[in-house]
């Protein structure tokens, strides 16, 4: 049976804590995830494929601190203007500053259909905060999806990275460019580079994630959640042999007590 689609639910984690996301009609089973790899990787794609897959909500903490930075509704505190002037420059937004904003989302990990982390967590801090939440909350993870490329396999310059102003959706100049240049093909909207894609903020952020966020992946490998994927051919192929990962490791986990 075909998992049915839902509609864009990143846009409820964006709406803030009373928001409740769209439920779909029917669901194979929930999927609880985090996403992890190096900047480039394709993991904004994927989160996108995977919930059209999956029917889990996609949950992106760069997509709440970037929709922040475009609020002109109200005047942002002072810690959400000093979390942006990090985003700019490719740093990690203070870990205390991320924990509130992911905090006041605790109802999202309850989500019937599921939820893939995209972007969080990106510090050990980060993911201990979460795994204790997790645990006082009595929801558990199913797989931590580490995109890996192998050695000698180029990314594509981010710097040729397009995004959605109103979906989101990502898209690639030359892998995966949109139907009609400049326009998304999920809803028309705009497609612009995003400000941390420029040369100089992308070097900070593959430094950073080389510091802070390559230690998780030994983190979830002894918690036994880490699902390696290779990062290579089209997004709908990567999507594929995700999805498949997943499935194996499912029907395995389910014959141990974890
Ligand atoms: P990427 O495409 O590099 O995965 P994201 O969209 O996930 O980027 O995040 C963009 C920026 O938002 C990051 O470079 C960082 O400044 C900030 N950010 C997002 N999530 C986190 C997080 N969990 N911890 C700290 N900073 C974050
Ligand atoms: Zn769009």
Redo the contacts with the bound molecule.
């Keep these: 049976m075909p998992i049915p689609s839902v509609p864009n639910s990143r846009v409820v984690w964006l709406d803030g804590p009373s928001s409740v996301c769209p439920q779909p009609p029917e669901l194979a089973r929930p999927w609880r995830l985090i996403l992890l790899g190096a900047p480039g990787v394709g993991k904004g794609t994927q989160a996108n494929l995977l919930r059209e897959r999956l029917g889990a909500c996609h949950l992106s903490t760069g997509d709440v601190f970037r929709a922040a930075s475009k609020a002109d509704d109200c005047s942002p505190s002072s810690a959400m203007t000093a979390a942006l002037d990090y985003m700019r420059r490719g740093a990690l937004v203070p870990d205390l500053t991320v924990w509130e904003m992911v905090r006041e989302r605790t109802q999202c990990l309850h989500c019937r259909s599921g939820f893939i982390l995209d972007g969080f967590p990106r510090t050990l801090t980060q993911a201990e905060s979460l795994r204790k939440l997790m645990q006082k909350e009595k929801v558990t993870l199913d797989a931590v999806v580490n995109y890996e490329l192998p050695l000698g396999e180029i990314v594509e310059p981010l710097s040729d990275r397009r995004t ?1 102003d ?2 989101k ?1 990502v898209y690639h100049v030359t892998r995966q460019p949109s139907q009609t240049p400049g326009a ?1 093909d ?2 028309g ?1 705009r497609l612009m580079q995003r400000e941390d894609d420029r040369p100089e903020s992308v070097t900070v952020r593959m430094e950073t994630y080389e510091r802070s966020t390559a230690p998780l992946i030994n983190f979830y490998r002894k918690l036994g959640l880490l699902l390696p994927v290779t990062a290579t051919g089209s997004p709908e192929e990567i999507c594929a042999r995700t999805v498949s990962a997943l499935v194996a490791c499912s029907s395995n986990s389910s014959k141990h007590v974890r």
């Design positions: 959605c109103k979906c959706a998304c999920h809803c909207g």
